[in-house]
């Protein structure tokens, strides 16, 4: 069975909730961070990085969030069918983990500067489409919720004047699958 290694409130969510989505059985590995358990030789000898998370499914080994959401989506056959529409897949989940995050990283002022520029375009999307990629929950919601769902969570992030994307998280939190993970339900 498949091993999803993570901590508690870690990164591991992401990929325990499209894992859920999926209808894919796993085993959750706790890592006790706290005391330095991803720091340890057993798993450093799984993500040489020390970080979480990862899995590993049949002797394959994936760590970066991003990359197993993409590894899951293309084993169970969820990516599209053209290079053309699998590009738009990976250029939402690299906006979520890379451009998102480095704004939401940035300091008060300019964390509000950077988003400023992010949210508008989103709003716009998602005013005409239940999810990012069309009418239907996909891989790239996946990235791309979970990460509006930790901003929301940690820094307060105020969606009042983007209510397109509150219905958006919303929708996704709604979702069986991510109330299972996120809540524990
Ligand atoms: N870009 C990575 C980030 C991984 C990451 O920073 N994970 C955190 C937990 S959410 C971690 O392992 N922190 C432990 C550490 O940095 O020592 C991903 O998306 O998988």
Known sequence: ML?????????????AWYLEELGVPYE???????????????????NPMG???AVVDDGVVVWESGAILLYLADKHG??????GER?????????????LIQALAQPG????????????????ILSDQDYIMGATLTVADVALASI???AAQMFNLDLTAYPAIAAYLQRCQ??????KVMTGN
């Open 3 to 15: 091993k999803l290694y993570g901590g508690t409130r870690s990164r591991a969510a992401i990929v």
């Open 28 to 46: 959750f590995v706790r890592l006790d961070m706290a005391a330095g358990a991803h720091r340890q030789p057993d798993y450093l000898a799984i």
């Open 51 to 53: 970080k979480v998370p």
């Open 78 to 83: 969820q990516l599209p069918a053209t290079p």
């Open 87 to 99: 590009a738009r897949v990976y250029q939402w989940i690299l906006f979520s983990n890379s451009t």
């Open 109 to 124: 002022e300019k964390r509000d500067q950077e988003l400023g520029k992010l949210l508008p375009p989103l709003q716009q």
């Open 148 to 150: 509006l769902g930790f």
């Open 174 to 179: 709604a979702r069986s699958s991510w109330q």
